[in-house]
């Protein structure tokens, strides 16, 4: 079976397929099709907007379609950025004003208030069916500043608990051993399977 991965985010994509297990189908990214163009993530919950994204991917394409969103949820912020976070800088914000507005926002929060977890939902829209949610979740830390020079997004100012090590300080095998994102993949994938 063919699916299609709703994202037009080449990290995301390059993460994604490295989850998604090849005996599931194969998995093709959105931007190789024609007409395909991103969709306004207009929804007021990461579920909200893993939907809006896979239904028009299954919309476009005919194929079975999965996407996902994520939020990094900080405690002492009440749960920003969370669903804005891809825009909390604004939109067409780079991940660098994103890291440097959350930093700029956290500037004077003692260490044990700096909690914060990645909260990734994803959902598969396949023809004639109910979609199918997972959710998958990483607790860790704000850092001070940016650590690390791999990953993507929030990436570098992420320390996942017991490691002591951001996101951006994992290597890419590492990361997806442990992420949020390889958390709500796998449990998606159970629920594929028994569906």
């Keep these: 079976m063919k ?18 297990p ?25 579920e909200e907007n893993a939907l809006l994204k896979a ?8 194929f079975p379609a999965i996407a996902d969103d994520t939020g990094l949820e900080v405690e002492a912020l009440g749960g920003e950025p969370g669903v804005r976070s891809a825009r909390y800088a604004g939109e067409g914000a780079g ?12 500037a004077g929060i003692e260490p044990a208030r700096r909690a914060a977890r990645f909260r990734t939902v994803c959902v598969a829209c396949l023809p004639a069916r109910a979609p199918v949610v997972a959710e998958g979740v990483l607790a860790g830390r704000i850092t001070t500043g940016p650590r690390g020079t791999l990953g993507f997004g929030y990436d570098p100012v992420f320390e996942v608990g017991a490691t ?15 992420s949020h994102r390889a958390a709500a993949i796998a449990n998606l994938v159970a629920r594929l399977r028994k569906a």
């Design 95 to 106: 991940y660098d004003a994103n890291v440097q507005k959350l930093l700029a926002r956290m």
């Design 164 to 178: 002591g090590r951001t996101l951006a300080e994992l290597p890419f095998a590492e990361k997806n051993a442990l």
């Design 22 to 46: 090849s005996d599931l189908g194969e998995f093709v990214g959105l931007g190789g099709f024609p007409g395909a163009a991103p969709v306004d993530e207009t929804g007021s919950t990461l």
């Design 55 to 62: 239904r028009a991917a299954l919309a476009l394409t005919g």
């Design 3 to 20: 699916f299609v991965v709703a994202t037009f985010n080449r990290d995301k994509l390059a993460e994604l397929s490295a989850l998604l």
